[in-house]
């Protein structure tokens, strides 16, 4: 009888997956490009959000956000690119786990959470971006964010040692 097999597992069955596992340095190569990719995402979108709750106040949001936004979008996309390749090695054995699924639950989250920002307080940023506090729903999205990456963060690193190898 023919079974449907999990698509998380037929992914490990890739070339790709064989490139990564067969060679030295290509599972440890997508580790650092992840990352790095992170670092750059989170680094970027801490900036603003220390600015949204007062910090450097003779900094324009809007000009601020403007610089940030292009490293944000770049290093999101390198480290769901290296993500998804060490997903793609790892995924019958992460999948399962509560840790990798927190991790990605967080990061949709995360998203969720800067879409309400950019389409809601951040479309009336001309009214707030120099010389006043940011608004409450700013701060409060910008307390959200860094706490939901940080604990992406946590949980990727916890991955290591709840993870099987």
Not at 45 to 71: C, E, H, S
Not at 78 to 91: E, H, I, Q, R, W
Not at 109 to 115: F, Q, R, T
């Amino acid at each position: 009888m023919l079974t449907a097999m999990p698509l998380w597992q037929i992914m490990t069955e890739t070339p790709l997956t064989a490139l990564i596992l067969e060679t030295r340095y290509g599972y440890p190569a997508m580790e650092i490009l992840h990352i790095f990719g992170f670092v750059l995402m989170a680094g970027s979108i801490a900036m603003l959000d220390f600015r949204l709750l007062g910090f450097g106040p003779k900094l324009p949001v809007k000009v601020l956000a403007n610089y940030l936004l292009p490293w944000t979008w770049f290093g999101f996309a390198m480290s769901l690119v290296a993500g998804g390749t060490l997903f793609v090695v790892k995924a019958p054995e992460w999948i399962i786990l509560p840790i990798f699924q927190l991790k990605m639950a967080l990061v949709m989250l995360g998203c969720i959470n800067a879409a309400i920002f950019h389409y809601g307080v951040y479309r009336h940023i001309n009214q707030w971006s120099i010389g006043t506090a940011a608004p409450w729903q700013a701060k409060t999205s910008a307390i959200f964010s860094l706490l939901i990456w940080a604990t992406v963060l946590a949980c990727g690193r916890l991955l290591a040692y709840f993870g099987f190898g």
